[in-house]
């Protein structure tokens, strides 16, 4: 059975750091994994999405890295800003059009 | 592209009545749909997974004729709370994937539940 974990449960950073969130998974049969925000109260919004084939995604000052072998996933936010606090989530897909199975997600407040 | 569209955004109720949220796929199609109940400080909880024109697969421990589930659409899902009960209160989110996003997952607003 498929479990994730996210580490830490909670950051909080003074604005302009940089940072890494990890995410780690017990089986390495995967199709993708997803990074997620979700801001308090409002739904998901999809990050980065990493192919099993991939190393790495990024996106403005985000950059997700995958080590499928190991299991394990970070993503990397460059010049943190008081407008990433968010919970982020990641998750991983099994196989097309399957369940994705979450982290339990780590809350970052970056302070101004 | 890949919009999920979720309503209502919030709805509160009196015990025992039901309440229908919608989940619409914008601009694709959706022959599968999922629905998730988060609790506060709470990852996403998988409760059931939505198949247009066929029955709805429940996770273990979802009433199937507590959350109605009706995909009768390629692009819409419904999940009905039935006789809503205090312990229903929660936010409820809804998410389809897109073949043409390598399978990413795109999800709705969500719909905070309050019970009363």
């Known amino acids: 059975k498929q479990e994730v974990t996210q580490i830490p449960a909670a950051l909080s950073v003074p604005e302009g750091e940089n940072l890494v969130l990890n995410c780690s998974f017990t089986?390495?049969?995967?199709?993708?994994l997803q990074w997620f925000r979700q801001d308090p109260g409002k739904g998901l919004t999809s990050l980065l999405l990493?192919?099993?084939?991939?190393r790495e995604q990024t996106s403005g000052r985000l950059n997700a890295s995958l080590d499928k072998s190991s299991g394990r996933s970070t993503l990397y936010i460059a010049a943190s800003q008081p407008g990433d606090s968010a919970t982020y989530l990641c998750?991983?897909?099994?196989?097309?059009?399957?369940?994705?199975?979450f982290g339990q997600g780590t809350e970052l407040s970056v302070k101004p | 592209g890949a919009v999920v569209s979720q309503h209502p955004s919030w709805v509160i109720c009196k015990s025992g009545t039901s309440v229908k949220i919608e989940c619409r796929s914008l601009d694709f199609q959706a022959t599968t749909m999922f629905w998730y109940r988060q609790f506060p400080k709470q990852s996403l909880m998988l409760m059931a997974t939505?198949?247009?024109?066929?029955?709805?697969?429940?996770e273990q421990g979802v009433e199937k004729d507590k959350f109605l589930i009706n995909h009768a659409s390629l692009t819409l899902s419904t999940l009905t709370v039935t006789s809503a009960h205090p312990e229903d209160s929660s936010f409820y989110i809804c998410?389809?994937?897109?073949?043409?996003?390598?399978?990413?997952?795109?999800f709705g607003s969500g719909t905070r539940l309050t019970v009363v």
């Open positions: 998410s389809a994937n897109h073949p043409g996003l390598n399978y990413g997952y795109t």
């Open positions: 939505s198949n247009e024109g066929s029955k709805a697969t429940y």
């Open positions: 089986d390495s049969a995967i199709y993708n």
């Open positions: 998750a991983v897909l099994k196989n097309q059009g399957g369940k994705l199975i």
């Open positions: 990493i192919q099993s084939s991939q």
